[in-house]
DNA sequence: AAGCTTAATTTGTCAGACAAGATGCTAAAT
DNA sequence: ATTTAGCATCTTGTCTGACAAATTAAGCTT
């Protein structure tokens, strides 16, 4: 029995305007949210796709790129494409500056955040994960002595915390906006790092808010976590100016 | 002059596993989100990030094609592909459910953020953003005079405070979230029009919020949220399952 | 100096090829 | 007969080279 081809039609005929790939992406992605096909279904390969739009297999990939990145389609490598089975919604928002200013009003956001993780944590944290978030500040106290600034170990011990809180929404939102924090975490921790009192607090708070999760005490985790966050917002803000431009300019290649 | 390529280092030795295009697309990614390149300028055109990653043009096309698509950077043909002057970051996640367990689970996430986004209102409001919350929560009673649910005056109120907060964070992330509660706010909002001690409960709770914003008083504020959000939690546990069902079904277009 | 023409660049598209996995069939082994 | 090993085939990922289309810059004319 013939089927008349769903997606039917030469493309390039009609609209010259817009790009290529993307009318191949919107006919794409109007037939599967028209539930052409099934989720977990197998979409035509790319040569077919390509011979039925009459183009090459490049714009093809490339549309079938797009719709992987929007999260409708997964491809794997000898197999096919396939209409993906757990949809995904996307937050788009406007790249955070990296100035000052712009900084607090990320750790504004967080700072509940990591908070009421650390709440969480406390009354829901396994055993494995207690002994994650402890290795995690271990880890931070070797990367220093190691000579390194410890920021990526500092993130860590953070994730950890906020894995252990059972709730993937916030390990989701917090990575997403501690990606944006990297700067001004190694900024508060080469400040830190110039003043041995300043080195000692950043340790106590953190053996604080563990104590408190491991003892499982949801407020006092809280307490901790929030004396934690606001004195490091204390001490971004007494950076010096110039530490600040200084560590910008470490990074590779900023500066002309 | 040489100067040394900031993103160095052919890619192909080390990791073998992840798709190579992805490498790059993470690499760039990286690099324009640390301030490598200033927004608005042109990046190295395809070719000579090709050679500088040692790698073909097609998979510089697909990673750029990525980045684009993550509204990182826009190509004009003819002319190279540039860093977006309004660069955008997308938070992807999995398409919440809309079971109670589900949408507890949001709840859990917004708590900290309304409660915060309360204290901050509370010192931050103008008075034009102090009226537009009072006029949100007189629409909220004239539409349930109306005979409607008021889910929609509802999420404006909340959505009025966060504003007030002065924190475009808190806005975009409660905004994304709130999309998921529709359903969970027209439950509990059905379930308290059905006992006029309820809906008295919520106009109190939310005048609470209102008259510690207008006083400037944060942690009243805060605490009146903290009570909302708590007690609109504890009401939709209580709301009996085949409401729950019932107003499922109401939506456009849910069962099959 | 201003405007037009032309050449060089750069992305978009095409075409063909091979590499890397994945799938399914066939034949051998038990 | 069932399982296992090998093998042919298919599909996506990557490479290479080429041309088309659009932009940019230089040069030339006036």
Redesign the interface.
Known sequence: MYKEPPLSGDISSPSRGPQLSEQVATRLSEAIQSGEWARGERLPTEAALGQRFGISR?VV??AI??LR???LVTSRRGSGSFVAD???????????D?DLASVI??L??R???E??AAR?AASRRTPSQLRRIRNAMVDIDEAVEAGLSGVEQDLAFHRAIAEAAH????T??LD??N??L??AIQVTRTNESLRETFMQQVVAEHQAIVDAIAAGDAEAAAQAAARHLEHAEVRLRQAPEDLIARVQAQ????PE
């Open positions: 490049s990939r490339e790129s797009m990145n929007a999260g757990a949809p995904t919604v996307s937050l788009r928002l406007a790249l955070p990296s009003e990320v504004e956001l700072r509940p955040l908070v009421e969480l709730n993937a929404h916030f989701a939102v997403f906006y990606r944006f990297h700067h990074r590779p290649g900023a």
